[in-house]
Structures are given as C-alpha cells and as structure tokens.
C-alpha cells in the first residue's frame, strides 16, 4: 500500500514570496489533514478535511495561509506571504473514516522542510 | 498553552533496559491518547492508543498506561532495542463535534545504546 506522498521535500524561499505544498494521501482515505511542525515543537493541527469540505481550520493563519482539496483526493497547502516564522516542516497525513470508531490513527508523510530566510 | 505536556526532552537507555517516556496533560475533555514514533527525515508514525475508558494497554514490547486522576500516561519499551532509538511523541484528542482533534506533545528523543 502506498503511503501519504508530499513535495517537494525541501523549499527555501525569501520573505514575503510565495510557496504551495501538494499531498496526495492513501487510496480511500476521506480524512486529510495538515500539521505545521516547529523544530523543538510537536506537530500544530493547521486544517482537516473530511472529503473536500474543512472540518476544522481554527488554527489556520487566514491572512496568509489556504488550502484546497479539489475532489476530496489529493491537497495543496499555499502560503502568501511567507515570514520567517513559517519555518517549519509541514506534514500532511491522512485517515480512513470508519462509522463508529474514533480516526485518530494518522499516517504522515514525510513532510516538505520550508526555511524562510 | 501547552495541553500536552513530555518534560523530558531526551532519554538514553541501555539495549535490554526498560524504557519509560513520560507525558502529562492539563485538558480534562482528552479521553483518547496515542503515541507516535519519528525518525529523522520521515513522517510519525503510530505506535500505540489508548482509550480512557481503560488504564493499559499492550501491544509487544510496548504498554501505555493511564492515570486518568493524575492526568498523567507512560510508554514502556521492554526490552529496549537499537532501532526503538527515535522521537516519540504523545498524542491527545477529545471529540468536538463530529471531529477529532489530536494535541501533540514536543516529544522525547530515545536514544537505545549497546
């Protein structure tokens, strides 16, 4: 079974530019979600989608984050502008959505590392 | 506000020892706790759950314990090997809604040693 796959892997970028990350998770799985990992920090929760509608996108920063999931299959998260503090390793996992079970059994991709200098 | 709480950032444990990763946390609504496992360069990935309905839970080599009235869980590594060398992070989720949503630790690096 292939797993959750992310690109690029690694993306510099200058202040202020713009940059998109794509997730394509496993075959069948109607969960998707995005984590934001600060080096020294544990995975923050930016966006989940159940199919191609937000579940929850509370602690994502509107003004200058989006994200899609055209078709409820694969996903892009987009920055514009970035800042220094959005460097970070940004994960993208996804779940099965089984009735009646709790789905809180992710699986990551290897994440895509931005530095933003 | 850190929910989830590891207040040891890195553990060295002998190869064969018992290793016991540590995890505290303050939202009394968590009634779902998992632990994950990272290596360098790769995703986390699941290691074990637990449900707060019990207070332990095994799966081979590795056991969580819950104690719910300290609001406090542990992983044990028994034997502790080479390759359980990692990240391990814990995971907390209450259900709002129709949605889960899980609160990570900072984790803790363990370091196997022969």
């Known amino acids: 079974e292939a797993g959750v796959a992310q690109s690029p892997r690694y993306k510099i970028i200058e202040k202020r530019q713009s940059v998109a990350f794509w997730c394509n998770p496993i075959?069948?799985?109607?969960?998707l979600y995005w984590y934001q990992q600060i080096l020294g920090q544990g995975p923050k929760l930016l966006i989940q989608?159940?199919?191609?509608?937000?579940?929850?996108d509370s602690q994502l920063p509107k003004d200058r984050f989006s994200a899609e999931r055209l078709k409820g299959v694969d996903s892009t998260l987009k920055i514009q502008p970035a800042k220094l503090e959005d460097s970070a390793v940004y994960l993208c996992?996804?779940?099965?959505?089984?009735?009646?079970?709790?789905?809180?059994?992710?699986?990551f991709g290897s994440g895509t590392q931005l530095s933003v200098l | 506000d850190q929910q989830v709480k590891q207040n040891s950032p890195s553990l060295s444990v002998q190869e064969g020892r018992i290793s016991i990763l540590n995890c505290d946390y303050t939202n009394s609504m968590f009634d779902y706790f998992l632990w994950y496992k990272k290596y360098p360069a790769e995703g986390p990935t699941f290691l074990i759950s637990?449900?707060?309905?019990?207070d332990k839970n095994e799966d081979g080599r590795f056991t969580v314990f819950l104690n719910k009235s300290a609001k406090h869980l542990s992983l044990h590594i028994v034997p502790s090997q080479p390759g359980d060398s990692a990240v391990y992070f814990c995971a907390a989720s209450a259900k709002t809604g129709t949605a889960s949503k899980l609160t990570f630790g900072t984790g803790t690096r363990l370091q196997v040693t022969l």
């Open positions: 996992a996804s779940s099965p959505r089984r009735t009646g079970t709790r789905n809180e059994k992710l699986f």
């Open positions: 989608f159940q199919n191609n509608g937000v579940v929850d």
């Open positions: 637990i449900s707060s309905i019990k």
């Open positions: 075959s069948g799985h109607a969960t």
